[in-house]
Structure formats: structure tokens, C-alpha cells
């Protein structure tokens, strides 16, 4: 079995941590480097109940898209929630990596795998300075209604659902995606020339002058939900590297819903 120093390794190879964002926070959180490493859990979130997942699982380490410390941290009392997800992980041997911006620049990162679970081929980056999104072709022309419903159908159920800024019969043929929150990136989208961008995270200002600026149809998605679809795309990547080395490790993707919006209400008070 491989020790923890030598999984690190191959996953810096996949998401290289010079290539993230510098006020990111990504690279192992926790851990032994001589520790063996026999089975590991991917997930959206550091949470606690990911944490609990791993100990009853019998993992050795959990690789997170979110960090838990983004912005720093002088503690970790077991006070906090935090600490004590910390603490857990300790306690029973378990491993913390997380791969963030540097996978979300990463060839392939967390958006090919977002195309990849609408079933859009890829054609190019939405911004070419970073790799940072995909500007993806249709396998055939479909509404914007149609392709929300595709959206709705594919990527994992949420309170949030899926949203819709646009004509819902306007004729799609190139769209951009881009896991986790795009609202940044509506100018590269229109330079892009593609008829809808799927995203999560849309702010009604942005929303409001994307549509007003052009017809783009917006497809807005639970934050967890766009980012989702990466843990599959890097327990296989793991999967590969383990069969390459001859490690026969046990790779697993947590199926917990970790999006913090728990239900939905439409509105429908009288003006």
C-alpha cells in the first residue's frame, strides 16, 4: 500500500498547487506522511458529516474540493466546528486534501467534468489565460427550456433546482459552463458567442445586465451541484493511478448532499 506522501504526490501531479489562486488555500490540511493509505473518500465539502462518513468507511484520506481553512485560521479547539472535524480526522488516522482553484484550472478539472455529466462536447476554454471554464457544443440543437431539464435531470437533486434567465424556446447550439460561481465571467461569456452559460451562484445584478446587454439564456445551478460531478472525474483519475502503481486502492465518492439550502418554496404572494 502506498503511504500518504506518495498519494499527495500523484494528486499534486493532477491539480499542481502552484496553479491556484493565491489567497486559495489547498494542499493537505491534516495528515502523517509515512502513513499507508488504503482507501480514500472525495467529496464537495469538509464537512462533519463527511468527516463521519470517512471514519465509518474506514478511510485513510478524504480529498475535498472546498478547503476548510480558506481564509486562515490561529485555532483548532475542538470548540469550533471546524476543530473539531480537525480533531475527528486525527483521531482516527484520517488524511485531509483539498484541491480548489487547482483543480478547477486543471486539464481536465471540475469544468470538463461538469460537460462531461450534461453529456456536452468540449471544444475550448472559456477563458484561455487560466483555463478556467469550457465553452462546450451540443450533441444537437435543443431549447434552452429543454437543455435546463437536461441540467435538472443530470446533475445532482438540490432544494435550489435549476433557474432560468431567458427565452425558454430560444434555439441552443454552443453553450460555456463553469463550476461553482460564475457571475465573474459574463464578459469572457459574451466574447465566447455561445447562446447560454450554466453556472451557479447568479446574483440578480449581473443576471439582470447579462440579459439586458444580450438575449444569452442563463442556466443557474446549485453551487454544490456544479462541482459535484469532479469527484467522479478524480476518483477515476485516482483509480488509474492506483492500477498503474499496482496500489489496488479503494476509492470511493460520497453521495452525501452537502448543499447548505435544505428546501424550496416558490413564491406566489399577490402584488
Known sequence: MPRLSEVIAELDALWPPERAEQ??????VCGDPDA???????????????ADEAIELGADLIVTHHPLYLRGTTTVAASHFKGRVVHGLIK????????????DTADPG??????????????????????LGRICELTHPETLGEFAARAAKRLPATAQGIRVAGDPTMILHRVAVSGGSGDSLFDAVRAAGVDAFLTADLRHHPVSEATQHSPLG???AAHWATEWPWCEQAAAQLDEISDRHGWDLRVHVSKTVTDPWSSHHTSGAPN
Open 110 to 131: 471540475v469544468s470538463d467534468a461538469l460537460a462531461g455529466a450534461l453529456d456536452l462536447r468540449v471544444v475550448g476554454p472559456l477563458v484561455p489565460e487560466n483555463n
Open 218 to 220: 442563463l442556466v443557474d
Open 36 to 50: 499507508e493509505v488504503t482507501r480514500v473518500l472525495f467529496a464537495v465539502d469538509p464537512v462533519q458529516e463527511i
Open 92 to 103: 482516527h488516522d484520517i488524511a485531509l486534501h483539498v484541491a480548489h482553484t487547482n483543480a
Open 23 to 28: 489567497w486559495d488555500a489547498v494542499g493537505t
